[in-house]
Protein backbone atom coordinates (compact mmCIF):
# COMPACT_ATOMS: atom_id res chain seq x y z
CA UNK A 1 0.00 0.00 0.00
CA UNK A 2 1.23 3.65 -0.85
CA UNK A 3 1.38 5.67 2.26
CA UNK A 4 2.78 7.18 5.18
CA UNK A 5 3.61 4.84 8.06
CA UNK A 6 4.75 5.77 11.37
CA UNK A 7 6.21 3.55 14.24
CA UNK A 8 5.19 2.77 16.82
CA UNK A 9 1.59 3.37 17.00
CA UNK A 10 1.77 4.07 20.75
CA UNK A 11 4.37 4.70 23.34
CA UNK A 12 4.49 4.62 27.22
CA UNK A 13 7.54 6.05 28.82
CA UNK A 14 9.07 7.45 31.81
CA UNK A 15 9.82 11.06 32.42
CA UNK A 16 13.71 11.24 31.69
CA UNK A 17 13.81 8.30 29.22
CA UNK A 18 14.59 9.01 25.69
CA UNK A 19 12.68 7.83 22.85
CA UNK A 20 12.72 7.60 18.93
CA UNK A 21 9.50 7.38 16.76
CA UNK A 22 10.29 6.24 12.56
CA UNK A 23 8.68 7.61 9.55
CA UNK A 24 8.80 6.25 5.97
CA UNK A 25 6.62 7.24 2.87
CA UNK A 26 6.59 5.23 -0.40
CA UNK A 27 4.72 8.05 -1.98
CA UNK A 28 7.98 9.73 -3.91
CA UNK A 29 6.99 12.82 -2.40
CA UNK A 30 10.05 15.37 -1.36
CA UNK A 31 8.95 16.91 1.89
CA UNK A 32 8.29 15.16 5.20
CA UNK A 33 6.79 17.19 8.53
CA UNK A 34 6.57 16.47 11.86
CA UNK A 35 3.30 17.77 13.57
CA UNK A 36 2.30 17.65 17.06
CA UNK A 37 -1.42 17.44 18.17
CA UNK A 38 -1.77 18.05 22.03
CA UNK A 39 -4.68 17.56 24.46
CA UNK A 40 -7.06 20.00 22.98
CA UNK A 41 -6.34 18.95 19.59
CA UNK A 42 -3.91 22.10 18.19
CA UNK A 43 -1.99 20.92 15.36
CA UNK A 44 1.78 22.35 15.34
CA UNK A 45 4.32 21.84 12.72
CA UNK A 46 7.59 21.02 14.44
CA UNK A 47 10.11 20.50 11.62
CA UNK A 48 10.03 20.19 7.85
CA UNK A 49 13.00 18.21 5.71
CA UNK A 50 12.76 18.42 1.88
CA UNK A 51 15.30 16.39 0.17
CA UNK A 52 16.84 15.41 2.95
CA UNK A 53 17.54 19.11 4.24
CA UNK A 54 15.85 21.13 7.58
CA UNK A 55 13.68 24.02 6.04
CA UNK A 56 11.58 24.38 9.08
CA UNK A 57 12.40 24.13 12.68
CA UNK A 58 9.74 25.58 14.75
CA UNK A 59 11.27 26.99 18.12
CA UNK A 60 11.00 23.29 19.11
CA UNK A 61 13.30 22.52 22.57
CA UNK A 62 16.81 21.00 20.93
CA UNK A 63 16.18 17.60 22.78
CA UNK A 64 14.00 16.70 19.98
CA UNK A 65 16.03 15.68 16.71
CA UNK A 66 14.70 14.97 13.58
CA UNK A 67 16.97 13.07 11.30
CA UNK A 68 16.41 12.24 7.86
CA UNK A 69 18.78 9.80 5.85
CA UNK A 70 16.71 9.88 3.12
CA UNK A 71 13.62 11.62 1.08
CA UNK A 72 11.47 8.73 2.27
CA UNK A 73 12.36 8.97 5.71
CA UNK A 74 12.04 11.42 8.76
CA UNK A 75 12.52 10.23 12.32
CA UNK A 76 12.26 11.85 15.49
CA UNK A 77 14.19 11.31 18.49
CA UNK A 78 13.13 12.87 21.82
CA UNK A 79 16.04 13.08 24.82
CA UNK A 80 14.88 13.56 28.54
CA UNK A 81 11.26 13.28 28.32
CA UNK A 82 9.02 15.55 29.64
CA UNK A 83 5.61 15.13 31.19
CA UNK A 84 4.31 18.28 28.24
CA UNK A 85 5.57 16.44 25.29
CA UNK A 86 2.93 13.53 26.12
CA UNK A 87 0.87 14.00 22.85
CA UNK A 88 0.28 12.79 19.51
CA UNK A 89 2.83 13.24 16.83
CA UNK A 90 2.03 13.13 13.20
CA UNK A 91 4.63 12.52 10.29
CA UNK A 92 3.83 13.66 6.68
CA UNK A 93 4.75 14.10 3.56
CA UNK A 94 3.56 16.71 0.38
CA UNK A 95 5.37 16.19 -2.89
CA UNK A 96 7.38 19.45 -3.54
CA UNK A 97 6.24 21.18 -0.45
CA UNK A 98 4.93 23.96 -1.64
CA UNK A 99 1.11 24.39 -0.62
CA UNK A 100 0.03 21.09 -1.11
CA UNK A 101 -1.80 18.46 -0.05
CA UNK A 102 -0.27 16.76 3.08
CA UNK A 103 -0.48 13.44 3.57
CA UNK A 104 -0.22 12.23 7.09
CA UNK A 105 0.32 9.23 9.03
CA UNK A 106 -1.57 7.36 11.34
CA UNK A 107 0.07 9.33 14.63
CA UNK A 108 2.21 8.26 17.31
CA UNK A 109 0.10 8.48 20.69
CA UNK A 110 3.34 9.34 23.22
CA UNK A 111 2.61 9.35 27.00
CA UNK A 112 5.46 10.35 29.51
CA UNK A 113 4.38 9.24 33.18
CA UNK B 1 4.42 35.08 11.48
CA UNK B 2 0.79 33.80 10.36
CA UNK B 3 -2.44 33.74 13.07
CA UNK B 4 -5.67 31.51 11.64
CA UNK B 5 -8.74 32.00 14.22
CA UNK B 6 -11.15 29.35 13.49
CA UNK B 7 -14.79 29.74 14.63
CA UNK B 8 -16.91 28.30 16.55
CA UNK B 9 -15.37 25.54 18.45
CA UNK B 10 -17.96 23.24 18.74
CA UNK B 11 -21.48 23.13 16.49
CA UNK B 12 -23.79 21.13 17.09
CA UNK B 13 -26.54 20.24 14.18
CA UNK B 14 -29.39 18.12 13.19
CA UNK B 15 -29.14 15.29 10.44
CA UNK B 16 -29.79 17.16 7.04
CA UNK B 17 -28.88 20.62 8.10
CA UNK B 18 -26.01 22.77 6.77
CA UNK B 19 -23.06 23.41 8.96
CA UNK B 20 -20.75 26.71 9.01
CA UNK B 21 -17.20 26.83 9.62
CA UNK B 22 -15.64 30.55 9.89
CA UNK B 23 -11.71 30.94 9.72
CA UNK B 24 -9.51 34.57 9.64
CA UNK B 25 -6.46 34.41 9.17
CA UNK B 26 -3.70 37.77 9.73
CA UNK B 27 -1.14 37.51 6.63
CA UNK B 28 -2.14 39.07 3.67
CA UNK B 29 0.28 37.07 1.54
CA UNK B 30 -1.18 33.60 1.96
CA UNK B 31 -2.75 32.31 -1.18
CA UNK B 32 -3.44 28.46 -0.19
CA UNK B 33 -6.11 27.54 2.10
CA UNK B 34 -6.88 24.13 2.92
CA UNK B 35 -9.67 22.32 5.19
CA UNK B 36 -9.11 18.65 6.75
CA UNK B 37 -10.75 16.63 8.74
CA UNK B 38 -10.33 14.53 11.51
CA UNK B 39 -12.48 11.93 12.44
CA UNK B 40 -12.10 10.85 16.19
CA UNK B 41 -8.82 8.71 16.77
CA UNK B 42 -7.80 9.00 13.20
CA UNK B 43 -5.22 10.67 11.08
CA UNK B 44 -6.51 14.52 9.24
CA UNK B 45 -7.43 14.31 6.08
CA UNK B 46 -7.42 16.85 3.63
CA UNK B 47 -11.11 17.60 1.94
CA UNK B 48 -11.37 20.56 0.22
CA UNK B 49 -8.71 23.53 -0.53
CA UNK B 50 -9.04 26.67 -2.27
CA UNK B 51 -6.14 28.98 -3.02
CA UNK B 52 -6.25 32.62 -3.97
CA UNK B 53 -6.99 33.20 -7.72
CA UNK B 54 -10.75 31.86 -6.80
CA UNK B 55 -13.54 32.69 -4.91
CA UNK B 56 -15.01 29.71 -3.78
CA UNK B 57 -14.74 25.77 -5.17
CA UNK B 58 -17.71 22.91 -4.45
CA UNK B 59 -17.26 19.53 -4.29
CA UNK B 60 -20.15 17.50 -3.76
CA UNK B 61 -22.05 18.33 -0.35
CA UNK B 62 -19.00 20.91 0.98
CA UNK B 63 -17.92 24.27 -0.46
CA UNK B 64 -15.28 26.57 0.35
CA UNK B 65 -15.30 30.50 0.05
CA UNK B 66 -13.09 33.05 0.47
CA UNK B 67 -13.01 37.15 0.41
CA UNK B 68 -9.05 38.26 -0.21
CA UNK B 69 -10.20 41.43 1.18
CA UNK B 70 -11.62 40.46 4.36
CA UNK B 71 -8.93 37.91 4.70
CA UNK B 72 -11.30 35.08 6.13
CA UNK B 73 -12.56 31.59 4.72
CA UNK B 74 -15.53 29.61 5.23
CA UNK B 75 -16.60 25.62 5.21
CA UNK B 76 -19.94 24.91 4.37
CA UNK B 77 -21.74 21.74 4.66
CA UNK B 78 -24.46 20.87 3.24
CA UNK B 79 -27.11 17.87 3.61
CA UNK B 80 -25.03 16.95 6.59
CA UNK B 81 -24.96 13.15 7.70
CA UNK B 82 -23.76 11.89 10.98
CA UNK B 83 -20.60 10.38 9.49
CA UNK B 84 -19.66 14.24 9.22
CA UNK B 85 -19.35 14.09 12.63
CA UNK B 86 -15.72 15.01 13.84
CA UNK B 87 -13.07 17.55 13.81
CA UNK B 88 -12.56 20.11 11.14
CA UNK B 89 -9.29 22.25 11.07
CA UNK B 90 -8.90 25.44 8.01
CA UNK B 91 -5.31 26.32 7.77
CA UNK B 92 -3.04 28.76 5.92
CA UNK B 93 -0.30 29.44 4.27
CA UNK B 94 1.95 31.14 1.54
CA UNK B 95 4.11 29.86 -1.29
CA UNK B 96 7.75 29.99 -1.33
CA UNK B 97 10.85 27.98 -0.21
CA UNK B 98 12.28 27.64 3.24
CA UNK B 99 10.52 28.58 6.31
CA UNK B 100 7.98 30.83 4.08
CA UNK B 101 5.68 27.34 3.40
CA UNK B 102 4.79 26.75 6.68
CA UNK B 103 0.97 25.84 6.91
CA UNK B 104 -0.73 27.06 10.25
CA UNK B 105 -3.65 25.05 11.50
CA UNK B 106 -6.86 27.09 13.15
CA UNK B 107 -7.74 25.08 16.47
CA UNK B 108 -10.39 23.21 15.19
CA UNK B 109 -14.09 22.71 15.13
CA UNK B 110 -15.56 19.67 16.63
CA UNK B 111 -18.87 19.40 14.36
CA UNK B 112 -21.45 16.66 15.72
CA UNK B 113 -24.36 15.46 13.34
CA UNK B 114 -27.25 14.85 15.57
CA UNK B 115 -29.61 11.58 13.96
Known amino acids: DTAVSQTPKYLVTQMGNDKSIKCEQNLGHDTMYWYKQDSKKFLKIMFS???????INETVPNRFSPKSPDKAHLNLHINSLELGDSAVYFC????????????FGSGTQLSVL | GENVEQHPSTLSVQEGDSAVIKCTYS??????FPWYKQELGKRPQLIID?????GEKKDQRIAVTLNKTAKHFSLHITETQPEDSAVYFC??????????????FGKGTLLTVNP
Open chain 2, 27 to 32: DSASNY
Open chain 1, 92 to 103: ASSPTGVNEKLF
Open chain 1, 49 to 55: YNNKELI
Open chain 2, 91 to 104: AASKGGGGSNYKLT
Open chain 2, 50 to 54: IRSNV
